[in-house]
């Protein structure tokens, strides 16, 4: 599904000073020759939820393969607070403040859910329990099962471990893969909740999502991606409430039961 060539919505431009992410007429894709993502373009300013929604194909997981550095960039640039992040190694990224949350195998099963936070915060182990404080505050469930095998753990809980360990080195900015997939309806829901919890704590977050309605509800801003390029864009409130957007992908793709 195509979304026409309309003009944008007008979209907030935060105070330059405040922008934490800016991705500047990116061209990335994972084979030679064929390019996921055209000329995209997304900002995300200090302590903002920005959510990315599309239709299937759109190239929205791979936008946040590209800024994690797992995606070749062919053009364009990613800044990371003022500074370019193109071609540098995950753990330099982690170092610059880049958190990701992989849609699957985002936990080590075979350890427990305190040594996936350890592993979490291996470039700065003396801040452990300091940003263990933090975490348990949000996933207060999390602080009394340490000791538990991530393995035995299920999807929504995992999906906690994995949050919680991409929050351990106090990130700029965390990018959530898909956090509702494969979820029942209620954690989903849970999910949600939980992605908002972060925000609210200061955390500037970049989510992709398919369950458009719930992401538009949540999210300060969005980002409708189609073939490749931000093709509409605008809070989330205007888009959840736009009758482009609902004619062409709210109404039948962006359903709850997605």
Request: one cysteine or more.
């Amino acid at each position: 599904m195509s979304i026409p060539a309309t003009a944008p919505a007008a979209e907030p431009t935060p105070d330059t000073a405040e922008v934490v992410v800016e991705v500047k007429g990116l061209t990335a894709g994972y084979l030679p020759g064929v390019n996921i993502l055209t000329d995209t373009n997304l900002t995300a300013a200090k302590g903002e939820l920005i959510g990315i929604i599309g239709p299937n194909g759109a190239g929205k997981s791979t936008l946040l393969k590209a800024i994690f550095g797992q995606v070749q960039v062919r053009g364009g640039d990613i800044l990371v607070n003022g500074e370019s992040i193109v071609g540098l190694k995950a753990n330099q990224l982690v170092q610059r403040g880049v958190g990701f949350v992989p849609q699957t195998n985002n936990v080590f099963p075979s350890l427990s859910i305190e040594e996936n936070l350890q592993m979490g915060i291996i470039q700065r182990p003396k801040a452990y329990k300091e940003r263990l404080e933090f975490v348990t505050g949000i996933f207060a469930e999390l602080g009394a099962r340490l000791k538990q095998r991530a393995g035995s753990l299920s999807g929504g809980e995992r999906q906690m471990v994995a949050m919680s360990r991409a929050l351990m080195m106090d990130p700029s900015v965390l990018l959530l893969d898909e956090p509702s997939a494969g979820l029942s309806p209620v954690r989903q829901d849970d999910a949600f909740i939980r992605v908002s919890d972060i925000n609210k704590a200061g955390v500037t977050t970049i989510m992709v999502e398919q369950n458009a309605r719930r992401c538009l509800q949540i999210c300060d801003r969005g980002y409708v991606l189609d073939q490749g390029h931000d093709a509409y864009t605008g809070t989330g409130r205007d888009l959840l409430n736009d009758p482009k957007v609902i004619g062409l992908y709210l109404g039948t793709l962006g359903t709850d039961a997605d």
